[in-house]
């Protein structure tokens, strides 16, 4: 027979240990469940012949600004964003400058979301049983000393309620959705002008959130290891609200 109960000072270390383990990998799958993970769309081309290049222990200085026309400078959401995006860029060589004429790069930036768009969205739901609770009678021999069996006596074990998982079902819901994006377009800067284009950069993510605000250092988070970058066409990227990209990105330079 199991025994549950420790008995010595050995047996009291060791069971504490392994409830003490058994409840931290308990509370660690707990926080990895409350982390939501996300999927962005990223789609990012770039002429390798016009990328900027910078001596080594050099940065490639930037300026940036919206992709809009503002009839009075900038908005408090722009630079908001711009701040991400300023420490986006940082790691991939670039400082961001005030001054238009000494940037070798123009940044034109573009953060939106669409108008709501309601959309049927199937999703599997878990079946449960129920099952009720019963009585069996068991036999149990009885042995004498010499381990033989000389008898037989019964027992009634009482069989508790229980729910049982029975597999799963799909089901149809209609949902609001919005898409939150991040358009990034880099154009060579030529005596304070901006001249052709050199990389551009989407990033978007589809769901029910309509809180652009808080997307956009996820967004920009997403986009960092793109900069420069070319993909295949619109590629998916998974990643979770913890990611490190995404502290650095909130925790700014």
């Not at 409830?19 to 308990?26: I, R």
């Not at 295949?232 to 990209?245: A, K, L, S, T, Y």
Request: charged share 30%; aromatic share 10%.
């Amino acid at each position: 027979m199991m025994q549950l109960i420790p008995t010595t000072f050995g047996d009291i270390r060791r069971f504490g240990v392994r409830a003490l383990t058994v409840a931290g990998m308990a509370l660690l799958l707990a926080a990895c469940a409350a982390t939501p993970t996300r999927t962005f769309k990223v789609d990012a081309l770039t002429d390798p012949d016009r990328i900027p290049t910078a001596p080594p222990g050099e940065s490639i200085a930037f300026y940036i600004e919206p992709a809009y026309d503002l009839e009075e400078g900038e908005t408090l959401r722009f630079r908001e964003a711009a701040g991400y995006v300023e420490t986006a860029l940082a790691g991939a060589g670039y400082y961001r400058t005030r001054d238009r004429s000494r940037a070798r790069v123009l940044i034109r930036m573009d953060a939106a979301i669409s108008d709501p768009v309601s959309e049927s969205r199937v999703y599997s739901e878990p079946i449960y049983v129920r099952r009720w609770g019963y009585s069996r009678t068991v036999r149990v021999p009885v042995r004498n000393e010499e381990g033989k069996v000389v008898s037989y006596r019964y027992s009634t074990i009482y069989e508790p309620p229980r729910t049982e998982f029975a597999g799963w079902t799909d089901r149809m819901r209609r949902t609001t959705v919005y898409e939150k994006a991040l358009d990034l377009t880099a154009y060579e800067m030529r005596n304070g002008e901006r001249g052709p284009e050199q990389w551009t950069l989407r990033v978007s993510s589809v769901d029910e959130s309509s809180d652009l605000r808080s997307y956009l250092p996820l967004l920009v988070a997403a986009a960092m290891p793109y900069v420069g970058e070319r993909t295949p066409g619109e590629v998916q990227v998974r990643m979770r609200d913890d990611h490190e990209n995404v502290k650095l990105v909130r925790r700014g330079i």
